[in-house]
């Protein structure tokens, strides 16, 4: 008897400053893949934007970015925006995010058990596998583990070996580089999926918000529905980009916080 698929959830979280075609394909370059390994049957995907207290230079209020995210996956059946991280009053850890929608997942995972187990009262149980969810990102998101201060090593530790990673390479990063040289990640490396986009696509947020300060065409690049949303609101000008200039990224400057408390205690 063929061993039933793990339901798998991926997760993305980030600054979608705004949401491009390229953040858009991870998730269908993942779905390929994990549905490739024979193990996994993808059930659903999750675009988390972070929220404003991030302090990221350029960053656009997240009502912003979340309009723009939704807009640009209206025509997605299975990827959808959600909003509680982006409305925390404050940055909030990976792990703490991945955490609350896990418990979400388990939740809707046991309701709907005990629904089968009602209507199947004299038959035999359904043992559906419990499913899983891991984070989505690109291959430069491995070498931010990297970062001093940036991560705490027990969320490093959850995100790799509890839940697990999807990482999808782009342009010349070698994503292998960083599990192998990492101790935490090559403990867990069973459980980080390591994908290869053949068909290269450069787009970052970035140089979409360049483009859109000079004046530039950025048509293809991201859905036409996102830019009509940026010129009708007027983001991304010069003025926009200087928000938050000189400001230390939330996730070190909570870690310059908690390192001056445990040296006063």
Request: glycine share 0%; net charge positive.
């Given at each position: 008897m063929a061993t039933s698929r793990v339901p798998l959830v991926l997760l993305a979280c980030g600054s979608?400053?705004?949401?491009?075609n390229q953040h858009m394909r991870l998730f269908e370059l993942a779905r390929d893949h994990m549905h490739s390994t024979g193990q996994y049957q993808v059930v659903g995907g999750i675009v988390s934007p972070v929220s404003d207290g991030y302090g990221k230079q350029g960053l656009v209020l997240a009502k912003h970015r979340i309009a723009m995210a939704k807009l640009a996956l209206q025509s997605s059946n299975w990827v959808t925006v959600d909003e509680w991280e982006s409305k925390q009053p404050d940055w909030t850890e990976t792990v703490v995010t991945m955490r609350y929608h896990y418990g979400r997942i388990l939740k809707e995972y046991e309701q709907s058990t005990e629904r089968n187990s009602d209507s199947n009262e004299n038959t035999t149980p359904l043992s559906n596998p419990c499913p899983q969810l891991k984070l989505l990102c690109g291959a430069d998101f491995l070498d931010t583990f990297k970062i001093p201060g940036l991560w705490r090593d027990d969320h490093v530790e959850e995100v790799s070996g509890r839940f697990g990673l999807v990482c999808v390479s782009r342009g010349g990063l070698q994503p292998e580089?960083?599990?192998?040289?990492?101790?935490?990640?090559?403990?867990?490396?069973?459980n980080i999926f390591l994908v290869r986009e053949w068909v290269r696509n450069e787009t970052s947020a970035t140089d979409i918000r360049r483009a859109l300060r000079r004046g530039l065409s950025v048509k293809y690049l991201i859905p036409d529905t996102v830019i009509e949303y940026i010129h009708q609101h007027n983001l991304y000008t010069e003025d926009s980009e200087r928000k938050n200039k000189g400001t230390v990224l939330r996730p070190l400057a909570k870690e310059a916080q908690q390192l001056v408390k445990s040296l006063d205690d």
């Open positions: 979608f400053n705004p949401i491009t580089r960083a599990v192998h040289e990492s101790d935490t990640l090559s403990r867990h490396r069973q």
